[in-house]
């Protein structure tokens, strides 16, 4: 969906679907709220005090406390509460309100007339009145000085729930029957508990909800497109500059570097593109020097063959055995040149096959060191081997030996006569380390990075002893192929050199297991 966007209508888009969406939680939030409230009783006690004030409830009190012209005989008492018994159920029919009469007294309210007929007369009824409502001010100036308001709420035998309101004064004594001559008399009007309907709540909700939210909706969207532009922005930016950079590279402007800023993942990004960059200018840098390295040692041997070859032809060499040797010489290194080539090519690609056994790299180290040491002492050269038996490792024995001969070869050859080359052996980090140290010409600072380059070699100058430059490339490629690792360290010219291998031992690893496992018990 927003796979083709522009970054910025994603985001705007984004923060708009979390409005609605937050803005449609709170609204059924509200709403749920709105309808499990119950409905306020105020309406219907303002219409209670309407009703009261159309039925007379003044001129009923009146009568109730006071008639004029009737005796106080049971009689006439009686036909008194039917007439107004008889006004009551009229009112009540045509207001469509529940009328009931009752009085008070000693806390006991008991019904004298109800117009549904549930309450019998002297039926007791629980009226709670509700102490928040304030009376009626128009009705209360309608009423007599010993009349009061009360509404509430009463429920009846079957759990209905009803609204009422009522008016109450003192006196009974011309109409109650003779036990109740000092009770409050009590007229009541009600209705059910109105429900609260969906019409009801969503009127409220739109009168009393709707208009903040719509205003919550705008400040929201303002503010989308605020932080859209703005992130967008931080965001873009770098990108831009990264692609930018990415068309540069692509271009062959190698140089090319980004600004690494903007939120973290795109730090990181940026930093992992200029490390890209680096390593393409420095293959680029290799590959130019190969190039060079390759036509130069190629056309100096091919250079000397075709001349020799030449003057043997010609008749004019003073020593055709010589120059014959010379041709044979270079003929042979253009052959390990080419070997050495496919060899690490091979390497690098992964398709080397290697014969892996358990080896003692002390026995491989002490074999090559005898070999060469004729050659260090035509050299008068020290050369000391302070080796032993070794925990095994898994290796090839033959390309462990030629790893070992050109490290010790090289010390030998770029050590002056009278120094001193050390090839030892030890246990180190779960794995044995093979160090190759000498007292020769050393390797200046800004070489030491690049002496395991494929034809860069640290001798400039050029020679029939000078090798293929290939030596320390395959050196590094055959000790990454058994898991280890190769460093080499010098202080610089004439301070001597070291090279120092680590390869893993996996019976090395299991003894130490054992002993910490053994010193753990």
């Known amino acids: 969906m927003f796979g083709r966007m522009r970054l910025r209508t994603q985001l705007l888009a984004t923060y708009i679907l979390l409005l609605i969406i937050s803005l449609s939680v709170i609204s059924v939030a509200a709403l749920v709220l709105v309808g499990v409230r119950p409905a306020p009783n105020e309406s219907s006690y303002n219409r209670f005090a309407s009703i009261m004030q159309g039925l007379g409830v003044r001129n009923f009190l009146s009568g109730v406390t006071s008639t004029p012209g009737v005796g106080n005989g049971n009689g006439n008492r009686e036909a008194r509460m039917q007439e107004m018994v008889e006004q009551m159920g009229r009112y009540a029919e045509y207001s469509d309100v529940r009328v009931m009469w009752a009085y008070s007294r000693s806390g006991e309210t008991l019904v004298l007339y109800d117009s549904m007929g549930v309450y019998e007369t002297g039926d007791s009824i629980v009226l709670h009145v509700d102490k928040d409502y304030v009376e009626d001010r ?29 008016v109450a004064a003192l006196g009974l004594q011309r109409l109650a029957p003779a036990r109740y001559s000092e009770a409050a008399s009590i007229m009541l009007v009600a209705e059910p508990r109105p429900t609260v309907t969906l019409q009801t709540v969503l009127g409220e909700f739109s009168r009393a909800l709707l208009p903040p939210l719509l205003q919550a909706a705008l400040v929201g969207l303002i503010v989308s497109v605020v932080l859209a532009l703005l992130v967008s922005r931080g965001i873009a930016r770098p990108l831009q500059s990264l692609a930018k950079a990415a068309d540069e590279v692509a271009r062959n402007k190698i140089h090319e570097q980004v600004p690494e800023s903007g939120p973290r993942e795109i730090r990181a990004v940026a930093k992992s593109f200029n490390q890209m960059s680096a390593e393409v200018r420095a293959s680029q840098e290799a590959q130019r020097d190969f190039l060079a390295n390759v036509s130069h040692d190629l056309k100096t041997p091919l250079t000397s063959i075709q001349g020799y070859s030449q003057s043997i032809m010609d008749g004019v060499a003073k020593d055709p055995a010589a120059a014959a040797q010379i041709i044979y010489d270079e003929a042979g290194r253009l052959n390990r040149m080419v070997v050495e080539l496919t060899d690490l090519a091979r390497m690098q690609a992964g398709r080397l096959s290697m014969k892996m056994n358990a080896l003692d790299v002390g026995e491989i180290a002490a074999a090559v060191g005898q070999r060469l040491s004729v050659v260090a002492r035509k050299k ?15 290796g090839d024995g033959d390309r462990l030996a030629q790893v070992f001969t050109n490290l010790l070869s090289n010390a030998i050859k770029f050590t002056p006569e009278g120094g001193t080359v050390v090839l030892k052996t030890r246990t180190r980090n779960d794995g044995v380390e093979i160090i190759v140290q000498d007292s020769g010409i050393g390797i200046a600072t800004e070489d030491l990075n ?16 000078r090798g293929t430059g290939l030596g320390l490339a395959i050196v590094r490629e055959i000790v990454q192929a058994h898991g280890g690792t190769i460093s080499v360290s010098s202080d610089g010219p004439n301070q001597g050199t070291t090279f120092t291998i680590w390869l893993p031992s996996p019976q090395l690893s299991t003894l130490l297991a054992r002993r910490d496992l053994m010193g753990d018990s």
């Open 380 to 394: 008068n050269i020290d050369l000391q081997v302070e080796t032993g038996p070794m925990p095994h490792i898994a």
């Open 138 to 166: 128009e009705l209360q100036s309608y009423l007599t000085r010993n009349a009061r308001q009360y509404y509430g709420d009463f429920q009846d035998p079957d759990g209905t729930e009803w609204l009422y309101g009522g």
């Open 450 to 465: 690049r002496v395991f380059e494929r034809f860069y070699q640290v001798d400039k100058a050029r020679g029939p002893k």
